[in-house]
Structures are given as structure tokens and as C-alpha cells.
């Protein structure tokens, strides 16, 4: 009995960790997929900017273009809002450092973020309705006219 319970505690161990084995490759992969995504995000950028460049665009259809180029690498990639909005800040940072950035793709970036950042959800929603209930509840009185809590309780006098 004694080997029957040590054998099927080895063979819970075995299995917890072969789970725990299969969610490292899973969060690589992940990590990995918004990393190919901000090189392919760098390069559209990079492509479109020079194309603009070459067909004389002004800022404005330029950013156009770089905006449409941003957006089609985004959707062909399937990525996450959260993951896209991580490998575009990481392609702006990283055409910004090498000074491949131009005032169109920057604007184009910073357009294109704010319509990722306003498809992610930001925490609870707001509240709504009238408020009610009683009136918050405010610092204990002290006994005794003194002492007693901290300075946020002192008594007015």
C-alpha cells in the first residue's frame, strides 16, 4: 500500500510538472510574436516613409500613408490590442533611437496608438447612478476632549 501511494505521488508530481512545463513555451512564443512584430512594424514604417519621400507627399498624405502601412502590418499580424500597442511603442522607440523617425512617422505612431489605446481597457468601468447611502463616516470623536488618534484627529477648539 505504502509503494501504491508513493508511486502515485511521483506520478502527481511527473504531471504537475509537465503543466507547468507547457505555459514557458507558450509565453516565449508571445513575447517572441511582439518582437517580429515591431521588426515588421519598423520596416512598414521605414518602407513608407521613403516611398513618401520619393513621391514628394506632403506631411499630411504622408502621415496617410504611414498610417495605412502601420495599421495593414497591425491587422495582417492578428496581434492583440495590448500587443500591438507594445511592439509599436518598441518599432517608434527604436526608429526614434536610430534617427529613422521622421516629424510624419512620429505623428502617424501617435495616431495610430491612441486608436490602439482606446480599444484597451483601462480598468472598471465608471459608475453610474445617483449616488446614495449614508454620509461617509468621519474621524472617531476622542474621549475626554484630548489625546487619541493622530494628527488628522485633532479637536477643534
Not at 506520478?11 to 514557458?24: D, E, K, L, S, Y
Amino acid at each position: 500500500m505504502k509503494t501504491f501511494l508513493l508511486s502515485a505521488a511521483f506520478r502527481a508530481i511527473a504531471a504537475t510538472a509537465g503543466v507547468g512545463a507547457v505555459f514557458v513555451p507558450i509565453a516565449a512564443v508571445a513575447q517572441t510574436d511582439v518582437g517580429a512584430l515591431s521588426l515588421s512594424l519598423q520596416t512598414a514604417i521605414a518602407d513608407a516613409q521613403t516611398a513618401a519621400a520619393a513621391a514628394g507627399l506632403s506631411q499630411a498624405d504622408a502621415e496617410a500613408a504611414i498610417i495605412a502601412a502601420i495599421q495593414t502590418t497591425i491587422v495582417d499580424s492578428g496581434a492583440s490590442p495590448a500587443e500591438a500597442a507594445t511592439a509599436l511603442t518598441n518599432a517608434r522607440v527604436a526608429l526614434s533611437a536610430s534617427g529613422a523617425l521622421s516629424p510624419a512617422a512620429a505623428a502617424a505612431t501617435q495616431s495610430v496608438y491612441a486608436v490602439i489605446a482606446g480599444m484597451t481597457p483601462s480598468g472598471a468601468p465608471a459608475a453610474s447612478g445617483p449616488a446614495s447611502g449614508p454620509a461617509p463616516v468621519s474621524a472617531p470623536p476622542s474621549a475626554g476632549g484630548g489625546g487619541g488618534g493622530g494628527s488628522d484627529y485633532r479637536p477643534t477648539t
